[in-house]
């Protein structure tokens, strides 16, 4: 009731400090194939390693990018495009394992919408220098994974970046 009465004040707790969270009252994770997110970034030596530049734009990434996704959030559902690395095409497994981490993504309830996603990253996500974009983390069996968040509105909302491990 604490947590509630604070999110509609406006002055919203972290959730580190929820009794919940402290009280160590969370089950963990079931399924060893659950998406798993996080606000630290277990593979930082990516970023400062080999770079190209992709195709259509100047901006240039780890040279272990294998695809990306960009996402916006219409008020309604997410629409989504893929962007495949021309030279580092995925074997079908591979595809397989990509399309089963962005399914489970958005069949998280921190992305029903725009709204929870934004109070999502307010609570748990790393801040960026820009106040409306934040920063996950996850892994998979063969891929680290950059999440990278914008909560503003009629902006592309979510790019999900995969580097093989």
């Known amino acids: 009731m604490d947590e509630a009465l604070r999110d509609a004040a406006g002055k919203v707790l972290p959730i ?11 089950a963990e994770h079931k399924d060893p194939q659950a998406v798993k997110l996080t606000p630290a970034c277990a593979f930082m030596e990516i970023f400062s390693g080999v ?3 992709l195709p259509l734009s100047s901006a240039r990434y780890p040279a272990s990018l294998v695809a990306y996704s960009r996402s916006d959030y219409d008020g309604w559902r997410w629409w989504t495009t893929w962007f495949p690395d021309e030279e580092i095409r995925p074997a ?21 919408n725009l709204w929870a996603m934004e109070r999502m990253c307010r609570l748990y996500a790393q801040p960026t220098n820009e106040p409306t974009e934040f920063n996950l983390y996850a892994e998979t069996a063969h891929f680290q994974i950059w999440l990278r968040l914008i909560t503003r509105e009629r902006d592309y909302n979510l790019y999900t970046y995969f580097f093989a491990k």
């Open 16 to 26: 580190s400090e929820w009794y919940a969270v402290k009280q160590h009252r969370f």
């Open 92 to 112: 079908p497994e591979l595809g397989q394992e990509i399309d089963a981490f962005q399914s489970q993504l958005f069949a998280l309830p921190e992305f029903k």
């Open 51 to 53: 770079r190209k530049t």
